[in-house]
């Protein structure tokens, strides 16, 4: 599907680039951490109110079913941050995003409970043409508190050959950000672990 207006969307991009998984002590029993996710492109398919929800297999969704699971902590990489918004939105198998139905398909938002958990189950995505090159296949993230820090970011998927030619999933800072898949289930389902670690 042709995106000719997403390059538009450059002037939203990521900002912050870390290196993850270092967490150091500073004082006493006080830590400091080097894990923050980094952020990517908005993209111009964001829809604000997106219902919340745990499931986004609305009547009709065709595809492999795909569980995102994990855990949103603070700037020291340790703390489990409760009652953060979690945002996801993606395309469909043909590489279309649902921009105007009432049923915000494959769209959904829920708070993280007192541990920081989220979880998701929707589909694998599909691809889209930006430009001469299809994007690699991706899932967008929103994580954001009211009066607090918000992140934007984006998932990919480990041995997509489409990722070498994305200049957003390519970048470094992408790095962490490209998740293996593994099996779930007895029906041919898949799985994502994707812990966030915000600047709160």
């Known amino acids: ?3 000719g207006k997403f390059i538009g969307t450059l002037a939203l991009g990521a900002i912050g680039i870390s290196t993850f998984g270092k967490v ?24 604000v109110g997106s219902p919340k929800r745990s499931s986004l297999l609305n009547a009709g969704i065709k595809g492999a079913e795909l569980q995102i699971a994990g855990q949103v902590f603070g700037k020291d990489c340790i703390k489990p941050l409760a009652g953060y918004l979690v945002e996801i939105w993606q395309c469909d198998t043909e590489g279309n995003y649902d921009n105007t139905s009432d049923e915000f398909r494959l769209r959904g938002s829920q708070l993280t409970n ?10 694998f995505p599909g691809k889209y043409l930006n430009g001469k090159e299809y994007r690699p296949a991706h899932i967008h993230f929103r994580i954001s508190k009211p009066n607090g820090p918000e992140l934007i970011s984006q998932i990919y998927f480990q041995n997509d050959p489409s990722i070498v030619k994305d200049q957003w999933a390519s970048h470094p800072k992408a790095k962490q950000r490209i998740v293996p898949l ?4 007895e029906k041919g389902g898949l799985g994502v672990n994707f812990n966030i670690y915000m600047n709160a």
């Open 1 to 3: 599907m042709e995106r």
């Open 24 to 47: 150091k002590p500073i004082e006493g029993e006080k830590f400091k951490g080097d894990c923050q996710t980094t952020n990517d492109i908005l993209g111009p398919f964001y829809r």
């Open 114 to 123: 007192a541990k920081g958990e989220y979880k998701f189950t929707t589909i």
């Open 182 to 185: 593994f099996p779930i289930g």
